[in-house]
């Protein structure tokens, strides 16, 4: 019993000293200056849709839970969020080469499409965040829409990724 006692207490202890290691939050002070918008036009309907379902976790800007502040769901979020920037981020689309902007669009759509996009952890807690059938459509048609602008400004082999040897 005594070991389950000190056990119990080394426990607490521990979860309260990991609670002054935090992570950095994912909110940038200015609005990038290589943001998808900046490019191209994002509807406001599209806006909305991004911001409920897509930014927090690609983007430069997260909204954070209440729960965001309890380790170790912090590093948790955290790693969550850096993996989702680094697979797509829209705070800095425009900094990405032509060919990567024109695959992430594919990727975005197909994601969408297959309804992959948001992940089911995120909209468990995120009820809001599911995508109705409508709002699939419209951000696909947005998506494909900027593929389109692509298209029609840059040449053809530029939006290509190249493969490597």
């Known amino acids: 019993m005594k070991v389950w006692k000190t056990l119990g207490w080394a426990l607490l202890a521990i979860l309260v000293v990991i609670q002054f290691f935090r992570p950095a939050r994912n909110t940038a002070a200015v609005p990038s200056a ?6 191209y ?28 502040s309890v380790q170790p769901v912090a590093w948790w979020l955290a790693k ?13 689309f ?8 024109f695959h992430k ?18 909209t468990i807690i995120h009820t809001n965040a599911t995508l109705t059938d409508a709002e699939r ?10 593929k389109d602008t692509m298209r029609a400004r840059y040449p053809a082999d530029s939006l290509v990724r190249k493969k490597r040897p």
Not at 34 to 39: C, G
């Open 34 to 39: 290589n943001d998808i918008s900046t490019a």
């Open 80 to 92: 969550h969020v850096n993996d989702g920037k680094r697979h797509l981020n829209f705070s800095e």
């Open 137 to 146: 459509k419209l951000l696909v048609n947005w998506c494909e829409s900027i």
């Open 41 to 68: 036009a994002v509807p406001a309907e599209v806006s909305t849709i991004l911001g409920k379902a897509c930014n927090d976790c690609h983007s430069n800007n997260t909204t954070y839970p209440w729960y965001a």
């Open 94 to 101: 425009t900094a990405y080469p032509l060919a990567r902007q």
């Open 105 to 122: 669009l594919e990727e975005t759509v197909e994601m969408v499409n297959e309804k992959e996009m948001p992940l089911n952890s995120y």
